[in-house]
């Protein structure tokens, strides 16, 4: 295949792939100015040093697409777009405002058209698509972790010994203490999205989520039947099923009166702030999916818009981890950074590229495993750099990623959310509470 190097936005030629996604989200390919600005934003490009696999190759491959100079069966095609992460750094370093991550989700449902998802990406979103066959699978792991399989089989060779060592990172690294939120409930209603992984492995810090947001004042509703929030099939190109799992979500937060919608998972954040973007074709959905989204918010808004406050002194030694899909996508930087520092004695040193994927990606780490190593690699030298004895990091992905690297590398620090250190912060102050 033939170096991506850039053609002419500004000829205009007929579409070769007429109503497709890519070919209506092509306004956003004319954005790009092709200035490189991205190159060193992108984790592929740093891993593999190819063009194409970086976000310009990758948009001037689209624009191939569209202007037909290379097929939806092109094999090299597939390849480049598949081995992308999703991270969205590069709009982040992109001062034209490509927005990248929809051409890309757009490009993969494009794809889809014409070739299968992989058997394994076929399994694992269909599991995320039927709540009764995702609740067996995450109980499955449940009970695997309670009887100690990932601590006697995460030193297997290859993916399967990486897989029980995510699970094993799902293991709380502080004990759980808890304690009742006195908060007053003046900053109004909230109701905090349980999702599917964090409430199947993370519920813990489910729970931690919702007795931090009381202390902070925020009441607490329930919204029932909410669950994934699609993330994982938008950006794989399965567009279909997010747009159903997204309808669910919308329709079970507003039964549920919330003024607003905590997400304690980066990733879930960002989708479901797209939700207008992800329906606005849909004459039925596309204002209630606009209104609900304009309602979300990461725990971490707002902790730090009530304050947050001071909880007792924990006197650990933490570095902070910047999910993608929260520095980048949601553009949240500082809001956890505010939150530790709520926390009293806790020792918090930066951590060098901490902006940069840990190549987690959702399923990424299991369909593109050598590419996921090759970007977690230099992640776990630089958390080892920090000394730290914890990593804070807000996406289950992410804790699992990293905890899971770290632990196959035999290092000794741990993995867990900034909401987990304030909820035993605050369990601290209580008489008696031992975090």
């Not at 490009?107 to 058997?119: F, S």
């Not at 979500?249 to 954040?269: K, P, R, T």
């Amino acid at each position: 295949m033939s170096s991506t190097l850039p053609s002419s936005s500004a000829s205009a030629r007929a579409c070769a792939i007429p109503g497709t996604p890519l070919a209506q989200a092509m306004p956003g390919l004319d954005s790009c100015v092709h200035c490189g600005f991205c190159l060193q934003a992108c984790p592929t490009y740093l891993a593999l040093h190819d063009e194409n696999d970086s976000p310009r190759g990758r948009l001037v491959l689209m624009r191939a697409l569209v202007e037909g100079d290379v097929s939806l069966d092109d094999p090299d095609v597939h390849a480049h777009i598949d081995r992308c992460l999703g991270c969205r750094g590069c709009e982040t370093a992109c001062p034209s405002g490509v927005p990248y991550g929809q051409l890309l989700e757009a490009t993969r449902a494009t794809l889809a058209m014409r070739r299968p998802l992989p058997l394994i990406a076929r399994l694992i979103l269909g599991t995320f698509a039927r709540p009764w066959a995702l609740g067996a699978a995450l109980a499955l792991a449940r009970l695997a972790r309670a009887l100690g399989l990932p601590r006697l089989l995460a030193a297997l060779p290859g993916r399967l010994g990486f897989a029980f060592a995510m699970l094993r990172a799902t293991e709380r690294p502080l004990g759980e203490a808890p304690y009742t939120p006195t908060g007053d409930g003046s900053r109004g209603t909230v109701a905090v999205l349980h999702g599917c992984v964090m409430q199947g492995l993370f519920a813990a810090t489910n729970r931690a989520t919702e007795r931090v947001l009381g202390v902070n004042d925020y009441r607490l509703v329930v919204a029932t039947d909410e669950g994934c929030c699609g993330a994982l099939h938008a950006h794989a190109g399965d567009v279909d099923a997010a747009r159903r799992l997204a309808r669910r979500n919308i329709a079970a937060f507003e039964q549920s009166g919330a003024d607003l919608v905590a997400v304690n998972a980066s990733g879930c954040g960002a989708m479901m702030k797209e939700y207008g973007h992800l329906l606005h074709d849909d004459p039925a959905w596309s204002a209630r999916a606009a209104a609900l989204a304009a309602r979300v918010r990461d725990v971490s808004e707002l902790l730090v818009a009530a304050g947050p406050r001071r909880g007792g002194p924990l006197a650990l030694h933490v570095t902070y981890d910047a999910p993608c899909h929260l520095v980048h996508a949601q553009r949240i930087a500082t809001a956890p950074l505010a939150v530790l520092s709520a926390i009293p004695e806790l020792r918090l040193t930066p951590l060098a590229d901490a902006d940069q994927c840990c190549g987690g990606a959702g399923i990424y780490n299991l369909v593109e495993a050598e590419t996921s190593d090759a970007v977690l690699t230099p992640k776990l030298a630089r958390i080892a750099e920090t000394g730290a004895a914890l990593v804070a990091t807000g996406n289950p992905g992410c804790l699992m990623q990293v905890g899971g690297g770290l632990l196959r590398a035999g290092s000794t620090t741990r993995v867990l959310h900034p909401v987990d250190l304030l909820d035993a912060s605050y369990a601290a102050r209580v008489p008696n509470a031992d975090p």
